[in-house]
């Protein structure tokens, strides 16, 4: 039985991969802020595997070192861990300031979630990944390449993972790494970067997931992948 750890899994993207995984009989390790949401769920995942014995939900942030220890004490329990999945992220401030007007400690808030968490996740979880061989996805943005008016903040902190994560790939030549792109989607966050605006016309999380699915069998280098390179 292979184990995962998704971060960020009570709604949206995060979710979706879960449920996936769930279905392809994974053993999970769930995580999200909100304990209702999570709650949620963890029994929709349970309820896919047949019993509540292959998921692991623990309702914490990301950014708390003790709760990182948790989720990788917890995938310890189930016996090893295959893929580790850095999905949480936040947004900040919305609408999106620019960069002369951004709050700095709104800013370190962002990039403790988005960039520093990932890290402190990796550290706790490597030893395993090593053992098995594994897989980390660090999921990331089009804003951390490109130059959009507003999004400093947020793009800069998916920038500073991609580099994390070039990095690591260097490093550590026995467990894959992967930048993934999922693209726009439906997602809550999504509509909170577009305050009032329409965002229907942007796919499901579901949609990409079997993107990430064919990267993860297809085990191909360590690198950046865009959904759309990877669609079957």
């Known amino acids: 039985m292979k184990v995962a750890i998704i971060t960020g899994a009570s709604r949206g993207f995060g979710r979706e991969v879960a449920k996936a995984l769930v279905s392809a009989e994974w053993a999970v390790v769930v995580d999200g802020r909100d304990e209702i949401a999570l709650s949620g769920a963890a ?3 349970a309820e896919l595997a047949g019993s ?3 998921v692991r939900a623990i309702a914490g942030d990301v950014a708390d070192p003790e709760h990182r220890h948790r989720l990788a004490s917890a995938a ?11 999905n949480a992220s936040v947004l900040g401030p919305s609408p999106q300031p620019k960069l002369a007007d951004y709050p700095l400690e709104v800013l370190a808030d962002v990039y403790r979630v988005n960039t520093i968490a990932p890290v402190g996740l990796i550290q706790e979880t490597l030893e395993a990944l090593r053992t098995s061989k594994g897989v980390i996805v660090n999921v990331t943005s089009d804003a951390g390449v490109e130059r959009y008016e507003g999004w400093g903040g947020y793009g800069s902190s998916k920038a500073a993972l991609e580099q994390v994560s070039n990095v690591l790939a ?5 467990v894959a790494v992967y930048w993934f792109d999922p693209g726009d989607m439906r997602t809550q966050m999504h509509q909170e970067a577009f305050p009032g605006e329409d965002i229907s016309d942007r796919p499901e999380p579901a949609t990409i997931v079997p993107a990430l699915l064919r990267l993860l069998e297809r085990r191909p280098a360590s690198g950046r992948y865009r959904a759309s390179d990877v669609t079957p």
Not at 76 to 86: F, I, K, M, T, Y
Not at 170 to 174: F, I, L, T, V
């Open 43 to 45: 029994s929709e995942f």
């Open 170 to 174: 260097a490093e550590e030549r026995e």
């Open 76 to 86: 310890a329990e189930l016996g090893r861990l295959d893929l580790l999945v850095n």
């Open 52 to 54: 509540a014995e292959r």
